[in-house]
């Protein structure tokens, strides 16, 4: 157990290609922080630089107290998870799991209790004799598990572990993970693509773009308060929706209508020396039914959209719509749509969506009138991608 | 539909047993030969007519041929083991390793391969001569081992490409050195390759007569197939023919078991289960 410690750590590969650029990371002991990004963003080329299996170009990496830039993976004393999990095909669930304690040379004893004792943690001991080709998938996942934690390691290293799995298996294992870890409490970094395990698995999240650091902070903090426009585009789920908007007399004039900025949102823009033409950003649930935000005492702009797709879950309801202006494009939003596949599907980026309460009267077809909460509210500058509204001083 | 596929199986079970007669058919006739005694051995006959051992014996008595078979089976297994050990190693680097003339390797392992062997029967004859290896072991090894690697190579990285890379990241994340990588993991996941390229290699030099006959000229280093043609009949006047086949049945018969004691090790699909599925 020890926490690691990543100063300036950039990655050039040898074609000249820079895959991470000057990372600044520091882990606690026992932390869980999750790497995520787009494909390409050098998240997992982070992870493998921290595993050994890449070396770093320039700067400094420590694991615990020491440098180990140029140690070997064996000597750096952490276990990796892979994607794949490269489990050895022609050895059984015991041999896999044992291989690590057997290269250290541990006492047949000693192995072969720390392997039941795992295998009794992941729930596999009546599977010890079998061969990883007669596993399900969600057993091979667990028997990579196993092998990670026999050995005691300074660091578990996960690489996408649970993205081959299919969606229920995954949710459950999302448990299973985060329950190991806290029961461990080893130092853990965590590559995914998937924001919503990011959200529900790591103690802190670091949202990484074209091998740069764009936010690093709580789950919390990345959602209520993204640094930029690609955190909060890649974040949340739906994602936010982003609109053009000008800015004229504490003001926004947007394809929802004029919207009055609150104090906050104002002071804030003043400060930042806000351009005129701004990227307004609202979660769907920055939007509620007028009907029902009234009956609740809350204030805010009211416009009209005609409500074009309606999905109901039962908790909340989405109601789709599109703005007149068409959406806000940047080039980080346009990335982000390709990496979600939304361009492929040829999805209409143009919509909206709102997140209403169950109660709603919206109907399909209809129109029903919107309460935007102003306070919920982002402004970004189209230029930087900056979130103007971003609290001075956060992290 | 039944009735379509019971004529189709009709149709390929004829198609087999014609190619199977006509590729065993030489087989056959050799045998029947071997078992022949010298006077019925021109009747033409398929089925000798008088079964005799005689052939055999006669093969058993001299140390023409049980020499040659000790030469033969040492030489074969000693190149063999070093064109695979050295083959496995070369065929690592091609698939995995990247370092600067990898191509010109290639290249170079493909044109040793090209080179029509008689043509480089006379140099070799020289060279074997002046270095004082003419004549022994070493001196049809070094051959049979130079042609033999391109082929191993060859096959050997195509099995090692198939190996997912992640095992090799996996086993030096769980602390093993390069070495202990490749011998714990990445080379039993090679078996099937190993062993499929160490027959061929065996078939190669055991089967050989053009290096055996050119680089020999005693008994001390000729193989089988050299030895089968320095055979003579009983007397001036008559052939060879009896012993001639005796020879080619014995010489057949490590073959056959080298082939079926590797085939139990080469299990397809070795790899299944190493990742995702």
């Not at chain 1, 998240?43 to 180990?68: F, H, P, Q, W």
């Not at chain 1, 599977?127 to 390691?153: F, T, W």
């Not at chain 2, 680097?93 to 170079?108: C, N, Q, T, Y």
């Not at chain 2, 009896?242 to 004691?261: D, K, N, R, W, Y």
Request: net charge negative.
């Amino acid at each position: 157990m020890a926490e690691i410690i990543l100063e300036g750590v950039t990655k050039r590969f040898p074609d000249g290609a820079l895959a991470v650029k000057d990372v600044d990371l520091e882990i606690a002991d026992g932390e869980f922080v999750i790497l995520v990004g787009p494909s390409g963003c050098g998240k997992s080329t982070t992870l493998n630089m921290i595993a050994g299996l890449e070396d770093i170009t320039e700067g400094t990496l420590r694991i615990g107290d020491r440098v180990v830039n140029d140690l070997a993976p064996k000597e750096r004393d952490v276990a990796m998870v892979f994607q794949s999990y490269a489990l050895y095909p022609h050895m059984n669930v015991r041999e896999n799991m044992g291989f690590p304690l057997r290269l250290a040379r541990v006492d047949k004893d000693t192995i072969n209790a720390k392997v039941t004792e795992a295998a009794r943690i992941l729930d596999l001991t009546e599977h010890l004799e079998r061969k990883p080709a007669n596993l399900s998938g969600g057993q091979r996942q667990r028997v990579a598990m196993g092998r990670a934690i026999v050995r005691d390691p300074k660091a578990f290293l996960m690489d996408e572990p649970l993205s081959n799995l299919d969606a229920k298996l995954r949710v459950q294992m999302r448990t299973q993970i985060s329950r190991l870890q806290r029961r461990l409490a080893t130092t853990t970094v965590y590559v995914t693509h998937d924001q919503t395990e990011a959200m529900t698995l790591g103690d802190r999240v670091v949202v990484m773009r074209q091998g740069l650091v764009q936010q690093i902070g709580t789950p919390a903090e990345l959602y209520d308060f993204p640094r930029n426009i690609f955190v909060a585009g890649f974040i949340g789920s739906p994602a936010m929706n982003f609109l053009n908007a000008t800015l004229e007399n504490g003001a926004l004039r947007s394809p929802l209508g004029d919207l009055p900025l609150d104090d906050r949102t104002r002071q804030a823009l003043e400060r930042q020396n806000a351009p005129r033409e701004v990227i307004l950003g609202l979660r769907p649930e920055a939007f509620e039914d007028s009907a029902l935000s009234h009956d609740r005492g809350r204030t805010g702009p009211v416009f009209t959209a005609t409500v074009e797709v309606l999905e109901s879950l039962g908790s909340d309801v989405y109601v789709y719509f599109t703005a007149e202006g068409g959406p806000a494009t940047t080039t980080e939003l346009e990335e982000l749509a390709t990496d979600s596949g939304l361009r492929d599907t040829g999805a209409d980026t143009h919509q909206i969506v709102a997140r209403l309460d169950a109660a709603t009267r919206a109907r399909e077809g209809e129109p029903v009138e919107l309460q935007v909460d102003m306070a919920k509210a982002h402004v970004f500058d189209p230029a930087t991608g900056a979130n103007l509204t971003h609290p001075v001083g956060m992290d | 539909m039944a009735e379509v596929g019971k004529t189709h199986t009709a149709r390929w079970a004829v198609v087999n047993v014609v190619v199977v007669l006509y590729a065993l058919f030489p087989v056959w006739w050799i045998a029947a030969l071997s078992f022949k005694d010298p006077s019925t051995l021109t009747d033409g006959d398929y089925i000798p007519r008088d079964w005799t051992l005689e052939n055999y014996r006669g093969i058993f008595d001299t140390s023409e041929f049980t020499r040659a078979l000790i030469n033969s089976i040492g030489i074969a297994l000693i190149a063999t083991v070093i064109a695979v050990v050295l083959g496995t190693m070369a065929a690592y680097a091609v698939a995995r390793v990247r370092f600067p003339g990898k191509r010109l390797l290639i290249g170079m392992s493909l044109l040793i391969a090209m080179f029509p062997p008689i043509s480089l029967v006379s140099p070799l004859f020289n060279i074997e001569r002046i270095i004082g290896i003419f004549d022994t072991w070493v001196g049809l090894i070094i051959p049979y081992m130079t042609f033999s690697l391109p082929l191993a190579i060859y096959t050997l990285s195509a099995f090692f490409r198939e190996i997912p890379w992640d095992l090799e990241k996996a086993a030096k994340v769980d602390g093993a050195t390069p070495a202990q990588a490749f011998r714990r993991v990445i080379v039993p996941l090679a078996a099937p390759g190993v062993f499929t390229t160490a027959i061929l290699v065996f078939i190669f030099c055991w089967n050989d007569f053009l290096f055996a006959i050119s680089l020999t000229s005693t008994e001390s280093a000729r193989t089988v197939p050299a030895a089968i043609a320095f055979f003579t009949g009983s007397s001036q006047f008559q052939q060879p023919t009896g012993s001639i086949s005796a020879a080619a049945v014995v010489i057949t018969i490590p073959i056959i078991v080298f082939v079926l004691f590797f085939q139990r090790r080469i299990v397809a699909g070795l790899t299944s289960g190493a990742v995702k599925g």
